[in-house]
Protein backbone atom coordinates (compact mmCIF):
# COMPACT_ATOMS: atom_id res chain seq x y z
CA UNK A 1 0.00 0.00 0.00
CA UNK A 2 1.75 3.12 -1.44
CA UNK A 3 1.01 5.83 1.25
CA UNK A 4 1.79 8.71 -1.23
CA UNK A 5 1.91 8.55 -4.47
CA UNK A 6 4.21 10.67 -6.84
CA UNK A 7 3.55 11.50 -10.80
CA UNK A 8 5.22 11.92 -13.17
CA UNK A 9 7.99 9.17 -13.02
CA UNK A 10 9.91 11.49 -15.32
CA UNK A 11 9.36 14.45 -16.82
CA UNK A 12 11.45 16.86 -19.44
CA UNK A 13 11.56 20.33 -19.62
CA UNK A 14 13.33 23.36 -21.41
CA UNK A 15 15.47 25.74 -20.03
CA UNK A 16 13.07 28.27 -18.42
CA UNK A 17 10.40 26.37 -18.39
CA UNK A 18 7.75 25.57 -15.37
CA UNK A 19 8.33 22.07 -14.07
CA UNK A 20 5.66 20.36 -11.87
CA UNK A 21 5.00 17.63 -9.76
CA UNK A 22 2.27 16.02 -7.83
CA UNK A 23 1.78 14.10 -4.85
CA UNK A 24 -1.44 12.74 -3.88
CA UNK A 25 -1.36 10.95 0.03
CA UNK A 26 -4.06 8.93 1.89
CA UNK A 27 -3.33 9.08 5.35
CA UNK A 28 -5.39 12.27 6.86
CA UNK A 29 -2.77 12.06 9.75
CA UNK A 30 0.32 13.49 7.90
CA UNK A 31 0.88 16.76 9.26
CA UNK A 32 4.60 17.73 7.40
CA UNK A 33 5.36 17.79 3.77
CA UNK A 34 8.77 17.97 2.63
CA UNK A 35 10.41 17.95 -0.60
CA UNK A 36 14.00 16.48 -1.62
CA UNK A 37 16.04 17.34 -4.23
CA UNK A 38 18.55 14.28 -4.85
CA UNK A 39 21.35 14.16 -7.25
CA UNK A 40 23.28 11.05 -8.29
CA UNK A 41 25.86 9.82 -5.75
CA UNK A 42 24.42 12.41 -2.76
CA UNK A 43 22.00 12.21 -0.35
CA UNK A 44 18.42 14.10 -0.61
CA UNK A 45 18.71 17.20 0.36
CA UNK A 46 15.72 19.32 1.85
CA UNK A 47 14.63 21.68 -0.63
CA UNK A 48 11.28 23.19 0.84
CA UNK A 49 8.28 22.14 3.24
CA UNK A 50 5.04 23.05 3.84
CA UNK A 51 2.29 22.21 6.90
CA UNK A 52 -1.91 21.89 5.77
CA UNK A 53 -2.54 25.27 7.85
CA UNK A 54 -1.43 26.95 4.73
CA UNK A 55 -2.25 26.41 1.25
CA UNK A 56 1.13 27.47 -0.61
CA UNK A 57 4.87 28.14 0.59
CA UNK A 58 7.42 29.76 -1.73
CA UNK A 59 11.05 30.08 -1.95
CA UNK A 60 12.79 31.44 -4.65
CA UNK A 61 12.00 29.30 -7.66
CA UNK A 62 10.34 26.59 -5.65
CA UNK A 63 6.97 26.90 -4.60
CA UNK A 64 4.52 24.43 -3.15
CA UNK A 65 0.77 24.11 -3.62
CA UNK A 66 -1.47 22.04 -0.90
CA UNK A 67 -5.01 21.42 -1.53
CA UNK A 68 -5.81 19.97 2.03
CA UNK A 69 -9.15 18.45 1.30
CA UNK A 70 -8.10 16.59 -2.00
CA UNK A 71 -4.77 15.03 -0.11
CA UNK A 72 -2.74 16.34 -2.84
CA UNK A 73 0.40 18.71 -2.84
CA UNK A 74 3.02 19.55 -5.85
CA UNK A 75 6.18 21.22 -6.56
CA UNK A 76 6.58 24.31 -9.04
CA UNK A 77 9.87 25.19 -10.36
CA UNK A 78 9.71 28.02 -11.75
CA UNK A 79 12.47 29.32 -14.91
CA UNK A 80 14.01 25.84 -14.49
CA UNK A 81 17.59 25.66 -15.36
CA UNK A 82 19.71 22.39 -16.23
CA UNK A 83 21.22 22.67 -12.82
CA UNK A 84 17.90 21.65 -11.55
CA UNK A 85 18.29 18.23 -13.67
CA UNK A 86 17.92 15.88 -10.46
CA UNK A 87 15.74 13.25 -9.06
CA UNK A 88 12.80 14.88 -6.67
CA UNK A 89 11.01 13.14 -4.32
CA UNK A 90 8.21 14.07 -2.18
CA UNK A 91 7.28 13.05 1.49
CA UNK A 92 4.91 13.38 4.25
CA UNK A 93 4.70 12.43 8.05
CA UNK A 94 2.65 12.81 10.82
CA UNK A 95 3.56 15.81 13.83
CA UNK A 96 6.78 15.23 15.28
CA UNK A 97 10.05 13.78 14.96
CA UNK A 98 8.57 10.35 12.55
CA UNK A 99 10.27 8.65 9.54
CA UNK A 100 9.25 10.14 6.36
CA UNK A 101 6.70 8.41 3.80
CA UNK A 102 8.94 9.03 0.43
CA UNK A 103 6.99 9.39 -2.70
CA UNK A 104 8.62 7.00 -5.90
CA UNK A 105 10.50 9.81 -7.24
CA UNK A 106 10.90 11.82 -10.59
CA UNK A 107 13.55 12.49 -12.28
CA UNK A 108 13.46 15.90 -14.01
CA UNK A 109 15.79 16.72 -17.01
CA UNK A 110 16.06 20.50 -17.85
CA UNK A 111 17.10 20.82 -21.55
CA UNK A 112 18.68 24.11 -22.46
CA UNK B 1 31.69 21.21 8.25
CA UNK B 2 29.62 17.86 7.25
CA UNK B 3 26.19 18.03 8.74
CA UNK B 4 25.66 14.33 8.72
CA UNK B 5 28.87 11.64 7.73
CA UNK B 6 28.64 8.30 6.73
CA UNK B 7 31.23 5.61 6.23
CA UNK B 8 32.00 4.33 4.09
CA UNK B 9 30.99 5.52 1.45
CA UNK B 10 31.05 2.33 -0.52
CA UNK B 11 31.18 -1.27 0.62
CA UNK B 12 31.82 -4.34 -1.55
CA UNK B 13 31.49 -8.18 0.28
CA UNK B 14 30.34 -11.45 -0.52
CA UNK B 15 27.30 -12.80 0.56
CA UNK B 16 27.26 -14.36 4.53
CA UNK B 17 29.85 -11.79 5.47
CA UNK B 18 29.24 -9.37 8.46
CA UNK B 19 29.17 -5.24 8.26
CA UNK B 20 29.13 -2.20 9.55
CA UNK B 21 27.88 1.25 8.67
CA UNK B 22 29.18 4.36 10.93
CA UNK B 23 26.87 7.55 10.95
CA UNK B 24 27.56 10.67 13.01
CA UNK B 25 25.69 14.05 13.04
CA UNK B 26 27.10 17.45 14.21
CA UNK B 27 23.89 18.89 14.58
CA UNK B 28 23.30 18.21 17.64
CA UNK B 29 19.67 16.71 16.57
CA UNK B 30 18.16 14.11 19.28
CA UNK B 31 16.61 12.41 16.60
CA UNK B 32 18.20 9.72 13.91
CA UNK B 33 17.36 7.32 11.42
CA UNK B 34 18.11 4.57 8.89
CA UNK B 35 16.81 4.80 5.47
CA UNK B 36 17.10 2.01 2.72
CA UNK B 37 16.84 3.27 -0.92
CA UNK B 38 16.74 0.23 -3.44
CA UNK B 39 17.55 -0.03 -7.01
CA UNK B 40 14.45 1.79 -8.54
CA UNK B 41 15.69 4.59 -5.76
CA UNK B 42 12.59 4.10 -3.46
CA UNK B 43 13.02 5.53 -0.02
CA UNK B 44 12.05 3.39 3.20
CA UNK B 45 12.93 4.10 6.64
CA UNK B 46 14.26 1.06 8.56
CA UNK B 47 15.10 2.46 12.62
CA UNK B 48 14.56 5.53 14.06
CA UNK B 49 16.06 6.16 17.42
CA UNK B 50 14.97 9.07 19.70
CA UNK B 51 18.21 10.10 22.26
CA UNK B 52 19.79 6.56 21.92
CA UNK B 53 16.26 4.74 22.36
CA UNK B 54 14.68 2.53 19.62
CA UNK B 55 11.56 4.31 18.57
CA UNK B 56 10.40 2.40 15.10
CA UNK B 57 11.52 -0.74 13.78
CA UNK B 58 9.75 -1.51 10.30
CA UNK B 59 10.00 -4.87 10.25
CA UNK B 60 13.46 -5.11 9.04
CA UNK B 61 15.14 -8.81 9.33
CA UNK B 62 16.80 -9.29 12.37
CA UNK B 63 20.02 -9.76 10.70
CA UNK B 64 19.66 -5.88 11.01
CA UNK B 65 21.30 -3.62 14.21
CA UNK B 66 21.15 -0.51 14.47
CA UNK B 67 23.61 0.63 17.87
CA UNK B 68 23.17 4.37 19.11
CA UNK B 69 26.25 4.84 21.47
CA UNK B 70 25.33 8.25 21.85
CA UNK B 71 23.00 11.02 20.43
CA UNK B 72 25.46 11.81 17.31
CA UNK B 73 25.88 8.40 16.38
CA UNK B 74 24.06 5.67 14.68
CA UNK B 75 25.33 2.68 13.56
CA UNK B 76 23.95 -0.49 11.78
CA UNK B 77 25.17 -3.75 11.91
CA UNK B 78 24.44 -6.13 9.08
CA UNK B 79 25.33 -10.34 9.66
CA UNK B 80 24.60 -12.85 6.83
CA UNK B 81 24.49 -10.22 4.19
CA UNK B 82 21.95 -11.67 1.38
CA UNK B 83 21.98 -10.23 -2.20
CA UNK B 84 18.72 -8.29 -1.40
CA UNK B 85 20.82 -5.94 1.07
CA UNK B 86 22.29 -4.47 -2.06
CA UNK B 87 20.85 -0.95 -1.81
CA UNK B 88 22.58 2.89 -0.93
CA UNK B 89 21.85 3.23 3.19
CA UNK B 90 21.12 6.52 4.08
CA UNK B 91 21.76 7.69 7.71
CA UNK B 92 19.27 11.08 8.61
CA UNK B 93 18.98 13.35 11.66
CA UNK B 94 16.21 15.72 13.19
CA UNK B 95 15.56 17.77 16.32
CA UNK B 96 12.17 16.92 18.24
CA UNK B 97 10.01 19.66 19.59
CA UNK B 98 10.92 22.21 16.98
CA UNK B 99 7.31 21.92 15.69
CA UNK B 100 9.21 20.65 12.53
CA UNK B 101 10.22 17.48 10.98
CA UNK B 102 13.41 18.90 9.42
CA UNK B 103 15.44 15.60 8.59
CA UNK B 104 18.89 16.07 7.30
CA UNK B 105 20.22 13.09 5.36
CA UNK B 106 24.16 11.82 5.23
CA UNK B 107 25.76 10.91 1.62
CA UNK B 108 24.82 7.48 1.46
CA UNK B 109 26.54 4.15 1.62
CA UNK B 110 26.14 2.04 -1.58
CA UNK B 111 25.91 -1.48 -0.12
CA UNK B 112 26.86 -4.56 -3.03
CA UNK B 113 26.48 -7.78 -1.90
CA UNK B 114 28.09 -10.22 -4.05
Known amino acids: QQQVKQSPQSLIVQKGGISIINCAYE??????FPWYQQFPGKGPALLIA?????SEKKEGRFTISFNKSAKQFSLHIMDSQPGDSATYFC???????????FGKGTRLSVIA | DTAVSQTPKYLVTQMGNDKSIKCEQN?????MYWYKQDSKKFLKIMFS???????INETVPNRFSPKSPDKAHLNLHINSLELGDSAVYFC?????????????FGPGTRLTVT
Open chain 2, 49 to 55: YNNKELI
Open chain 1, 50 to 54: IRPDV
Open chain 2, 27 to 31: LGHDT
Open chain 1, 27 to 32: NTAFDY
Open chain 1, 91 to 101: AASPSGNTPLV
Open chain 2, 92 to 104: ASSQSGTGSNEQY
